[in-house]
């Protein structure tokens, strides 16, 4: 081969490899994002270090909010586990699919397989993925996270304080603790606070050691980011803790300022470490939004069982900040500016859209779907604000309070009407509602429009 020849393959090779590398970055480019959300339960605004805990250490969180953003004023759609857990997965208020309240053992409805949520939209881009704790959206095999658009479930499928349905499916390799044998989850009483653990579909262990509980779903998320690194995931992490009775691992336990309840959430912060060490080790972090939020506040309870939603008023149940504003992280390097806050109203009702968008996938456009793009919040765009003109509290089937700009709305038959200005007092402390008659008048009628709406437009739940 003559030097001429040479310099021609070179230059071909050469040009050749820059293709290769353009087309290479096109693709690294059009690589839709991972998402990750952990959701935990229970968790008071207050119960977190830079949300000011002064007892519990929360390091990773801290972390979190350090390299990411942190939210003041984000909310649940419930303050209580199915509905929030229902609007999260669908970006709709609860009320509007048939599922404002909590579901137990006993109940045969669920999550309307007909319903599309995250996990199915994803599944337009071929995305991994994966449903690693707390379900509470139907134990029924059709309800459970397999029909819903995620490959693979690994939980317990109600609220730890709960008991075995005896018609669940037991699996033919099924790990039967504390005496029990097949005859007596069948037939036997079914006490409280015994839960089953599944796979997929079916009862692996019963019942289920809850003080391994977080510990082994962080083995089983670290596994599925391990496992699937190579291509787009869906992580959906709903923990069991700190919901009651509260469970730590002997690592844990005892070892908090806080008692066993902050046992449990020290212990949910090392789960958080776990997760973001494997997105590093992995090499996915920098393409991999994690979302970090609570179901609902905390509950009221003596003896340090509970958490605490300070400065807040109120708590799990009820429509005040404390039941249902919660504290809220997300972290994307190199997406989400660094250190940043963000005080505008922002919902679990959001996610849905906002992830669409990041990933380049279609909301279903045949149904109402309430959540909004809070992507400029979360990126930081400058001037960015709320895209809620007003967010909507019920309690069960009863609007109960409206949230429009620095006023909140509430009427209820214990309360009456209060009218509070949440910028200047987060606390719900002064009623303002007699010297502001116009507002309560129009916020009344926000009220009156969205019900009457709402309820106009509802889906069927699901059911057997």
């Excluded at 994002?33 to 390091?59: A, E, H, R």
């Excluded at 693979?152 to 349905?165: A, L, Q, R």
Aim: glycine share 8%; aromatic share 10%.
């Amino acid at each position: 081969m003559n030097l001429n020849t040479n310099l021609a393959w070179r230059v071909i090779a050469s040009a050749l490899g820059l293709a290769l590398s353009a087309l290479t970055l096109s693709a690294q480019k059009e690589t839709p994002p991972n998402v990750v959300i952990i959701f935990v339960d229970d968790q008071g605004y207050n119960d977190i270090g830079v949300y000011g805990s002064p007892l519990i250490k929360t390091p990773n969180l801290d972390r979190m909010a350090k390299e990411g953003m942190r939210f003041t004023d984000f909310y649940s759609a419930s303050a209580v586990c199915t509905p929030s857990r229902a609007a999260l997965l669908t970006g709709t208020y609860a009320q509007r699919i048939g599922l404002p309240g909590v579901l137990f053992p006993h109940h045969r409805t669920g999550l309307n397989p007909e319903e599309v949520t995250i996990a199915d939209m994803l599944k337009q881009k071929r995305y991994a993925t994966a449903a690693i704790g707390k379900w509470h959206l139907g134990h029924e095999p059709k309800f459970l996270p397999t029909r819903h658009g995620f490959d693979w479930y690994y939980g317990v499928p109600y609220s730890n304080d709960m008991s075995i349905d005896p018609k669940m499916e037991l699996a033919a390799d099924v790990t039967l603790r504390e005496g029990y044998t097949i005859d007596a989850v069948k037939y036997g009483k079914a006490p409280r606070n015994l839960v089953p653990l599944l796979r997929n579909e079916e009862v692996i262990e019963y019942p289920v050691d809850q003080s391994t509980l977080t510990k082994r779903y962080t083995e089983r998320a670290v596994g599925f980011i391990e496992t699937n690194k190579d291509k787009p995931f869906f992580l959906y992490m709903p923990h069991t803790m700190p919901h009651v009775p509260l469970f730590a691992s002997e690592e844990f336990a005892g070892k908090s300022e806080r008692g066993l309840y902050g046992d449990t959430i020290e212990e949910i912060d090392w789960s958080v470490g776990q997760v973001l060490k494997a997105l590093k080790e992995q090499g996915v972090e920098d393409r991999t939004l994690v979302i970090y939020a609570s179901d609902n506040g905390p509950w009221k309870l003596n003896g340090g069982k509970g958490g605490s939603a300070y400065p807040l008023r109120g708590y799990k149940f009820q429509t005040l900040e404390g039941g249902m504003r919660v504290p809220c992280l997300m972290r994307w390097p190199g997406k989400i500016p660094v250190g940043s806050v963000c005080s505008e109203v922002a919902a679990t009702i959001d996610l849905m859209p906002t992830i669409a968008r990041l990933t380049g996938t279609t909301l279903p456009d045949d149904r109402i779907i309430d959540g909004k793009d809070i992507w400029p919040l979360i990126s930081g765009q400058e001037g960015a604000v709320s895209p809620h003109d007003a967010y909507f509290f019920y309690r069960a089937m009863n609007l109960e309070a409206v949230r429009s700009g620095d006023w909140k709305l509430r009427v209820t038959e214990a309360d009456g009407v209060e009218l509070f200005n949440l910028k200047e007092d987060i606390s719900e402390a002064e009623n303002l509602a007699a010297e502001n008659p116009h507002i309560v008048k129009m916020l009344r009628a926000l009220m009156a429009t969205f019900d009457a709406e709402l309820k106009s437009n509802t889906r069927p739940v699901g059911s057997m």
